[in-house]
C-alpha cells in the first residue's frame, strides 16, 4: 500500500523531497517520486500526517475497507503516531466503526515486521488499552487470539509480535490478559519480554494486575536474580500491592 499512499498524496500535491516532503502544485498527476525543484512549502512527516490522513477517511471513491489500508499506507510512508490516531478517531467516532478485520490486520502485520512498529505498539498502549472500551478487543486481536500458536509454530514474525504486545500491555485488565500471559510463561523466548509487561502492569497509571497472580508467573519466569527491578518487583507483589501510583512508598522502600 505504500506506492499506492505515494500516488494518493501526490495527486494532492503533497510528495517525496529528499528525506522529507514537500507541497506541490494539485494538478491530479503529480509525480509521487518526481525531484522537486521548487517546493511551495517543505513539510515533515508528522505535518503531512496532521493535515491529510483524516482526508482519506473523507474520500467517497474508497470502499471504508480501502480507506483503512490507504491509511495504514501513510504510516508506513510517514512512521507518525498521529497516523494511528486518525484510525482510531475514525473507528470511535460516528462514522465508525472501522471493518474490524482490516483494522486489526493492519495492526498485526506492522507488528509482525522487522521494521519498528513504535507507532503502532505507542498507540495499543495509550489509546486503545488504556481505553476499558476497547482494551480487552483490542488485545485479543494484536495478541490473545494467536498466543496459543506459538506453543506449536513458534515463528519469529509472531514472536516479535508477541513481545512488542507483551511489553506495551500493562493498561490492559488483567482477567483480558491472564491467560495470554500464563502462555507466554511457557515459552522462553518471551519471558523477558512478560517480564517488562508485569512491570508496566505494576508501573504504568492504569496499569493493571492481581499481585497473587502476578507472583506465581514471576516465579515461572526463572530470570537471573540479578534481573533489574527483579526483587523489587517480587517484592511488591508479596506484599499485595497492586500498583505504583497507589502505594509509591512501596516500591521506594525496595530501593532504599
Known sequence: MSETALRWLAERGVVRAGDGWAEVEADGKADAVAEVDEPHRLLTANEVAHGWVAEVFADDELTPADQVRLAFGLLDLL????VMCEIRFEDRGPDGPLPADVLWDGCRRRLEAE???????????ADWFEDRQTSATAFAEVLGRDIDGLLTDSSEALLRRARRVLACSGPVPWPAKAAAYDTAARLPALRQALFQGLLA????????????????LLARLDLPPDTPHLAA?????????TNHHRSPHAWAAQLS
Do not use: I, N, Q, S
Request: glycine share 8%.
Open 201 to 216: 502492569c505494576y508501573h504504568d497509571v492504569y496499569g493493571d494486575l492481581d499481585p497473587a497472580a502476578a507472583l506465581v
Open 233 to 241: 518487583l517480587h517484592a511488591v507483589l508479596t506484599g499485595g500491592h
Open 115 to 125: 521494521r519498528d512498529a513504535e507507532p503502532v505498539a505507542h498507540a495499543l498502549w
Open 79 to 82: 512512521d507518525d503516531y498521529w
